[in-house]
């Protein structure tokens, strides 16, 4: 079983920032892109950000270009999505995946206008 661990949240004023974290545990042995996606009330679950664990290449949604930056350390299987420039539409709980099968349990981040 893979086990996925996220923290960062919290509330933040418009503008501001927060660096979400995502540690994973248990059969990690083989990862190959992790994900971050987040579920805003009421709205369908949506992607946000990724990373292939060998070779760190990253893709973002068109939301989070220019403000968010995913990154990984690879020694403590942790994921990072470091996000400035917060905009209340970006409140939501974030979640992290592993390879499209696991899910951790969400953060919440909630922006103020």
């Known amino acids: 079983q893979v086990q996925l661990v996220e923290s960062g949240g919290g509330l933040v004023q418009a503008g501001g920032s927060l660096r979400l974290s995502c540690a994973a545990s248990g059969r990690t042995f083989s990862i190959g892109i992790m994900y971050w996606f987040r579920q805003a009330p009421g709205k369908e679950r949506e992607f946000v950000a990724s990373?292939?664990?060998?070779?760190?290449?990253?893709d973002y949604a068109d939301s989070a270009k220019g403000r968010f930056t995913i990154s990984k350390d690879n020694a403590k299987k942790t994921m990072y999505l470091q996000m400035n420039s917060l905009k209340p539409e970006d409140t939501a709980v974030y979640y992290c995946n592993k390879d499209g099968a696991y899910w951790g349990q969400g953060t919440q981040v909630t922006v103020s206008s």
């Open positions: 990373i292939r664990w060998s070779g760190g290449n990253t």
